[in-house]
T-cell receptor
């Protein structure tokens, strides 16, 4: 079955620490990959996305993610977090088997709650 | 570009009443929109796919008669929660195919 897995449900770290959030998916075919962030009480915002090309994707707010096809992974990273990065982070994937197919529905991981302490 | 607007941002209603939520694509035409539900501390779950000019496609376990979807134009999809009950209290979010962005969500509280 198609699925998106985020390894950590909760992460607590100090300001200036480095952050890496894992995301693995189980899809066949071609995938589009996304990371979204949801700040407390706010709606989802797109951090970055990968469609094709350079597997290292840079997003907003200093975040980046690397698509490793052989590992079915799309991990999110930030070298030095700030208190304002406290939020929930969602990985999402959609896929299609053939170029003539429509893209499937966007499926989300369970989310990772990140708390950055001062 | 590709902005999706959702209204209202929050609503409180009495049990047994119906609530309509609107999702608009502001600067593009959306033949397909998606409706999600997010319970507290949980991920987004796709409820249904809204297709302009045709019937919506519902995910397994989502009652089509309870969550009525209308997509009458290329820029507007509506979700009506009929005969709402407290267990329908949730955060409802829409998106449009191709935009990769989401509406700001509607916090529904049924009392």
């Amino acid at each position: 079955a198609q699925s998106v897995s985020q390894h950590n449900h909760h992460v607590i770290l100090s300001e200036a620490a480095s952050l890496e959030l894992g995301c693995n998916y189980s899809y066949g075919g071609t995938v589009n990959l996304f990371w979204y962030v949801q700040y407390p009480g706010q709606h989802l915002q797109l951090l970055l996305k990968y469609f094709s090309g350079d597997p290292l994707v840079k997003g907003i707010k200093g975040f980046e993610a690397e698509f490793i096809k052989s590992k079915f992974s799309f991990n999110l990273r930030k070298p030095s977090v700030q208190w304002s990065d406290t939020a929930e982070y969602f990985c999402a994937v959609n896929a299609r088997r053939m170029t003539t197919d429509s893209w499937g529905k966007l499926q989300f991981g369970a989310g990772t709650q990140v708390v950055v302490t001062p | 570009g590709a902005v999706v607007s959702q209204h209202p941002s929050w609503v409180i209603c009495k049990s047994g009443t119906s609530v309509k939520i609107e999702c608009r694509s502001l600067d593009f035409q959306a033949t397909t929109m998606f409706w999600y539900r997010q319970f507290p501390k949980q991920s987004l779950m796709l409820m249904a796919t809204s297709n302009e000019g045709s019937k919506a496609t519902y995910e397994q376990g989502v009652e089509k008669d309870k969550f009525l979807i209308n997509h009458a134009s290329l820029t507007l999809s509506t979700l009506t929660v009929t005969s709402a009950h407290p267990e329908d209290s949730s955060f409802y979010i829409c998106s449009a195919r191709g935009s990769h962005t989401f509406g700001s969500g509607t916090r529904l509280t049924v009392v």
